[in-house]
């Protein structure tokens, strides 16, 4: 895993549509429209939050993650208004010894179903195993989650099973999670990886 790629500088990273990069302060609105949301979170381990002053403390834990390396928080823009935040996708629980990584990702849910989700993720699944060099990429997943679940298999991920009872997710208490994975060799083979 080349560890310097994600977090030597904060990596930006770009597709057609999309810009994934760094949320600072000035996104304080957006990012409190997301967080705000309690649709947003309802297939997520997340609270949301309804105090603006807790998600700018929060934004300021995106850059204290990043700077102890264990979590990264991208905002998901998009190119004509780079401005303009759409989402969040993450990259977290970096495993080292078998060069793996869990990813997530949410949007304000005013840009569902634009294919946004698509594409960001598209975009991550290739940094993290072209220039990160990671071998497994996957994602956790609630099974009443079905537009999560298109976003992950649009990307080439495998359902690999189904947890049950596994986790104790905030706000939900313990979940059963279904996950998903790609492998390097997986990506390499398909019209993504191209």
Known sequence: MNTEAPFGRFPVI?????????IGAEHLEEVFEIYDNDKVFTYCGIIPKHNKETVKNMIGHFERD??????????????QEPDKLLGIIEA??????????????????????????????????????????????????MPPNEASKKVLLKNGFRKEGLLRQASLWSGKG???????????????GTDIGK
Not at 66 to 79: D, E, Q, T
Not at 102 to 112: K, Q
């Open 14 to 22: 770009k597709s057609d549509r999309l810009i994934l990069g760094k």
């Open 66 to 79: 990043f700077l102890k390396k264990s979590r990264i928080k991208w905002g998901i823009f998009a190119v």
């Open 92 to 141: 977290c629980d970096w495993n080292r010894k078998v060069n793996s990584v869990t990813v997530g990702y949410f949007l304000a849910e005013r840009h569902y179903g634009k294919g946004i989700a698509t594409e960001a993720l598209r975009a991550l699944t290739r940094f993290l195993f072209d220039e990160v060099l990671v071998n497994r990429i996957q994602a956790e997943v």
């Open 174 to 188: 313990i979940v059963d999670l279904e996950i998903y994975g790609i492998l390097k060799e997986d990506f390499i």
